[in-house]
C-alpha cells in the first residue's frame, strides 16, 4: 500500500535532548512537509521540501532541522534549542509543488518531554 | 502575514441537526482545502474549491467558496456519529508575499451526541 509511515508513534525524551522523527513515503511525491499540532490550533509549518537536497523555512522552524537526502525521506531534528517541544508531529506529501494540491498525512508522532 | 480564522472553535450537537463551520481569510486566496481529523487520527483531505462562488457536494456535505474567495464553509447535513472529528480549512494565499502559501485555519472540534 502506497502512503507515508512516521516512526515513532509515541516518544519521550529528556529536556535538553535531540530527538529525530522519521517520515518516509512511496507515493512518489516531491513535496514534503513537517507540520506541528498544539490543541486547539490549527497545524503549522515547520519545515517543507519540494525536492531532494533543498528545503525551507516554514512559520515555526526555530529549534527544528530537516534534511532532504532521498526523495523519500524527510526526517525532522528536534533540537535542545525548541523550547516548547511537547507536540504531535505530522509529516506530510504532495504530488504538486507546495500549495497546489492536496497533502498526504501521516499517522503521526507524539513527542512528549519529560 | 495572513490569517485564516476559523469558527467556531466548537460545536456540539444532536445526532440528526445540521452542522456548519465558517472560515474567513484577512487575504485573497487562489484556492481552499477542507480536511477531516478523526479523534487520535491525521488529517484526511477532503475537497479543494478553487472558483470563485464554488458550491460542490459530497453526500451529507456542502461546501462553498466566497465570491471574493475570502471565506468558505462546510455544512453538514443531518450528523451522524461517525462525523466526529475535527474540520480543518486550509487557504492559499493568492499573492502578495505570502504567495503559494498554505495557512491552516483552528479547526472545529465537531461533537456528535447519539
Known amino acids: 500500500d502506497g502512503g507515508i509511515t512516521q516512526s515513532p508513534k509515541y516518544l519521550f525524551r529528556k529536556e535538553g535532548q535531540n530527538v529525530t522523527l522519521s517520515c518516509e513515503q512511496n507515493?512518489?511525491?516531491?513535496?514534503m512537509y513537517w507540520y506541528r499540532q498544539d490543541p486547539g490550533q490549527g497545524l503549522r509549518l515547520i519545515y517543507y521540501s519540494q525536492i531532494v537536497n533543498d528545503f525551507q523555512k516554514g512559520d515555526i522552524a526555530e529549534g527544528y532541522s530537516v534534511s532532504r537526502e532521498k526523495k523519500e525521506s524527510f526526517p525532522l531534528t528536534v533540537t535542545s534549542a525548541q523550547k516548547n517541544p511537547t507536540a504531535f508531529y505530522l509529516c506530510?506529501?504532495?504530488?504538486?509543488?507546495?500549495?497546489?494540491?492536496?497533502?498526504?498525512f501521516g499517522e503521526g508522532s507524539r513527542l512528549t518531554v519529560l | 502575514g495572513q490569517q485564516v480564522m476559523q469558527i467556531p472553535q466548537y460545536q456540539h450537537v444532536q445526532e440528526g441537526e445540521d452542522f456548519t463551520t465558517y472560515c474567513n481569510s484577512s487575504t485573497t486566496l487562489s484556492n481552499i482545502q477542507w480536511y477531516k481529523q478523526r479523534p487520535g487520527g491525521h488529517p484526511v483531505f477532503l475537497i479543494q474549491l478553487v472558483k470563485s462562488g464554488e458550491v460542490k457536494k459530497q453526500k451529507r456535505l456542502t461546501f462553498q467558496f466566497g465570491e471574493a474567495k475570502k471565506n468558505s464553509s462546510l455544512h453538514i447535513t443531518a450528523t451522524q456519529t461517525t462525523d466526529v472529528g475535527t474540520y480543518f480549512c486550509?487557504?492559499?494565499?493568492?499573492?502578495?508575499?505570502?504567495?503559494?502559501?498554505?495557512?491552516f485555519g483552528q479547526g472545529t472540534i465537531l461533537t456528535v451526541h447519539p
Open positions: 507515493l512518489n511525491h516531491d513535496a
Open positions: 486550509a487557504g492559499i494565499n493568492a499573492g502578495g508575499t505570502s504567495y503559494g502559501k498554505l495557512t
Open positions: 506530510a506529501s504532495s504530488i504538486g509543488v507546495y500549495g497546489t494540491g492536496e497533502l498526504f
